[in-house]
């Protein structure tokens, strides 16, 4: 029987397991990514687990996300990043060079190779034909450590598409066709697949803003073929001895299919506060616009930003909005500010920003509020703007910068205007933002300023859990709930303590102090709890506040991880409506633990109610192990190195 390209990659790195799906397998890593705002817990991971250097082929620390210097705390984490780098043998990327997925993409990406990203948007690097997966931050350490990443075998979806896009319409347009075709939560536990005729239409970059949003599927990672477009873009970037030629076998069986004619799509846009709530740009064109942001991992390729110009061109941006672009990388703002397009967006009105997340995660360009705000970007999530009242819209960056021009969310088939986008020759890779580690690693002195403090390390597990319920909350928890990650607290990213104090502030805002007076507790949630971001301080700011189990209806892929990874036990429901059984501030009490753990089924006592509830657990005998040591730190200590 034929095998998905997925599938093929993964059995090429095979270490441990069988390729057979929902089996715990063990991958070689080839290389790794971290982000600044994820990377600092990593690093001190990494330290705490004693190693002389990193084992993966390549292993690059990116700085995109906190890069606004007001106070000390940002330049702080950077400086330890950095001599951190230095002394592990990984590369280190400087503020300023651009987003990490758009630069992992441009420099480094190999098609068939293995990527593990403390980010949840690394699939980009399905694009090029990779398996490239977003993990917690633990994970990543003990990758650069061993080399070696644990999964459970997902299914493979096919998304087969045919037929070419219609002017105007774009890559951002498939991606969220197939949010409103299978939800958020249609991609748990599954790879998604690309295949079809319709993939020859697609440059790499479109096909990396398509897996890029796979991350909004609640997918493992997603995944193109590599053939003669990735050659294209591997030459561009003066890499092509990287490329080969990858795809699935001819009689691949997939557990899905769905079927895309490309010619049937029109511009989409997703409504607030959901990444799957989408509708029809036409719907709604009567829309006033306040501010629209152009830019993220998932829009800031050269060509999105070519055609941008190309609309901006010899017009005004409309009087009332607020236009801001941040290009994916230092190269593709140097080659735009060549070619002239930079100038034509500035004398448009556009803001430029520096090449890094920027109002994506909330560093700077909050909406004023009640604004309507127009993103290119990949989330819309209630809050993550920086002002709660604004109401977010996705949309690709020609509904965005036809928008910009009315003042009014746009169709942008009614412009007049010419899109056929020619790539230069060959772009300059930006060498001077990358700082490569030196010969002699054993002499760097790794710096740590006051701004680091000592990340939480649970206990090994015992018999019993007890506690009050601190919190019970609704379904599609994101974790930009519960550890919101605006302006204000991305500088306190490697301060677990003073983060943990504002833990669920936007939903209830007593549950920090709640935790402290009760020594702890129980959280209970609904579906899909911990969507979105691959934070690990979504795990680790709940167990410094003493959270000893998450109980819900079910996790979405990464928090769970990272609750196992921290030594938090992640509990569901047998029957999803006992959920109305447990009350807010409940007693309740979990015996028997170690036995009851590798048999899945748990029961919990509910002390206050008197009732008895099935729980449960759904893991390998390696997370039991993890849980019974209280962490993947202290499991990797003794058993991997
Ligand atoms: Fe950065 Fe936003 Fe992507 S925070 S990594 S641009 S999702």
């Known amino acids: 029987m034929g095998l998905s390209l997925a599938y093929k990659v993964l059995k090429d790195h095979l270490i441990e397991g069988e390729l057979k799906q929902g089996q715990e397998i063990c991958i070689k890593v080839d290389q790794t990514l971290t982000q600044d705002s994820t990377g600092t817990m990593v690093y001190l991971q990494l330290e705490a687990m004693g190693v002389e250097g990193v084992k993966t082929d390549l292993s690059v620390a990116y700085i995109d996300h906190n890069t606004l210097q007001q106070g000390f705390e940002n330049a702080d984490d950077h400086e330890f990043i950095k001599t951190v780098a230095a002394k592990y043998g990984i590369v280190y990327s400087k503020p300023g060079n651009g987003i990490c997925h758009q630069l992992q993409l441009e420099n480094f990406g190999k098609p068939g190779s293995t990527l593990l990203g403390s980010d949840s948007h690394t699939p980009t690097g399905g694009g090029l034909g990779m398996i490239s997966i977003g993990a917690g931050g633990l994970d990543v350490a003990v990758a650069m450590a061993t080399g070696k990443y644990f999964m459970k075998v997902p299914k493979v979806i096919n998304v087969k598409l045919s037929g070419k896009l219609s002017p105007w319409v774009s890559a951002k347009d498939i991606i969220l066709h197939v949010l409103r075709e299978l939800s958020v939560k249609g991609g748990v536990g599954k790879i998604v697949e690309y295949t079809g005729e319709g993939v020859k239409s697609l440059s790499v970059t479109d096909r990396a803003t398509i897996t890029n949003m796979g991350a909004e599927l609640g997918a493992t990672t997603s995944i193109f073929p590599s053939d003669s477009n990735t050659l294209e873009y591997l030459k561009l970037q003066g890499r092509e001895g990287d490329w080969k030629e990858i795809s699935a076998d001819a009689d691949a069986t997939y557990d899905e299919v769905l079927e895309i004619d490309l010619s049937t799509l029109e511009p989409l846009v997703a409504q607030p506060h959901s990444p799957d709530n989408v509708r029809p740009v036409k719907e709604i ?311 009851a753990l590798p048999t899945g089924k748990v029961m919990l006592n509910d002390k206050t109610s008197g009732m008895s509830i099935e729980l449960k657990f759904e893991g390998s005998e390696r997370d039991i192990e993890i849980l019974r040591r209280g962490g993947y730190l202290n499991y990797a200590k003794s058993n991997l190195i």
Not at 342 to 350: E, Y
Not at 497 to 514: G, I, M
């Open 285 to 595: 064109i009567n829309l006033k616009v306040d501010q629209i942001s152009i830019g993220s991992c998932t829009n800031s390729s050269y060509s999105d930003l070519m055609k941008v110009a190309r609309i901006l061109k010899g017009k005004k941006v409309h009087p009332d909005v607020s236009l801001s672009i941040a290009p994916g990388s230092s190269a593709i703002l140097k080659t735009l500010a060549e070619n002239g397009a930079l100038a034509d967006m500035i004398a448009a009105g556009a803001r430029i920003l520096e090449c890094a997340c920027g109002p994506c995660i909330g560093m700077g360009q909050a909406p004023k509020t009640d604004a309507i705000s127009l993103r290119t970007f990949n989330r819309n999530f209630f809050g993550r703007s920086g002002t709660e009242s604004a109401q977010v819209y996705l949309v690709s960056p020609e509904v965005a910068a036809a928008s910009a021009l009315k003042g009014y969310l746009e169709d942008p088939r009614i412009l007049d205007v010419e899109l056929d986008i020619q790539m230069p020759e060959k772009f300059e890779r930006n060498d001077s933002l990358f700082v490569y580690p030196p010969a002699d690693r054993k002499s760097v002195e790794v710096v740590m300023g006051p701004n680091i403090k000592p990340f939480p390390v649970n206990k090994a597990l015992g018999e019993k859990l007890e506690g009050k319920v601190v919190l019970k909350v609704e379904d599609n928890i994101t974790t930009d709930h519960i550890m919101p990650s605006n302006a204000s607290l991305l500088p306190y990213r490697s301060n677990i303590p003073h983060l943990a104090n504002f833990s669920f502030s936007t939903v209830d805002k007593e549950f920090p102090q709640r935790c402290k007076d009760n020594g702890g507790g129980f959280i209970v949630g609904g579906d899909n709890y911990g969507q979105g971001s691959s934070r690990e301080h979504a795990a680790l700011a709940p167990l410094y506040l003493g959270i000893k189990a998450v109980i819900t209806k079910s996790f979405a892929r990464i928090h769970k991880a990272n609750l196992i990874n921290s030594g938090i036990i992640p509990l569901e429901f047998a029957d999803a409506s006992d959920y109305e059984k447990i009350g807010f501030m409940d007693d309740v009490e979990i015996g028997d633990l170690l036995s």
